[in-house]
């Protein structure tokens, strides 16, 4: 069975750190791009960040120079720096991976809240 775990999510202030982690297991994602995603109430889900297998890695403007991803391939685990963060990234974080033709990514963890008070 192939799982996406995130942690790291919590309670911060503006202005704080946090680092995000996504542990895959049941198969490796080392040859796939893996992503970063959010849901805050009453939105969509939005892209975040993506590391491809190459680590190349595209941002959203809203978290450029700001947040940072990266990967793990011997741990199978992809990370979400998460630096001066602001009110209007709390949200739930979602790891994704193995992008499909469909546009969306064929695995996703269970989801880590970040709240981030003003």
């Known amino acids: 069975q192939v799982r996406l775990v995130e942690s790291g999510g919590g309670l911060v202030q503006a202005g704080d750190s946090l680092i995000l982690s996504c542990a895959a297991s049941g198969r490796s994602f080392s040859s796939d791009s893996m992503a970063w995603s959010r849901q805050a109430p009453g939105k969509e889900r939005e892209f975040v960040a993506r590391?491809?297998?190459?680590?190349?890695?595209l941002y959203a403007d809203s978290v450029k120079g700001r947040f940072t991803i990266s990967r793990d391939n011997a741990k199978d685990t992809v990370y979400l720096q998460m630096n001066n963060l602001k009110p209007e990234d709390t949200a739930v974080y979602y790891c994704?991976?193995?992008?499909?033709?469909?546009?969306?990514?064929?695995?996703w963890g269970q989801g880590t809240q970040v709240t981030v008070s003003s």
């Open positions: 590391i491809n297998w190459n680590n190349s890695r």
């Open positions: 994704a991976g193995k992008p499909n033709t469909m546009g969306t990514y064929d695995y």
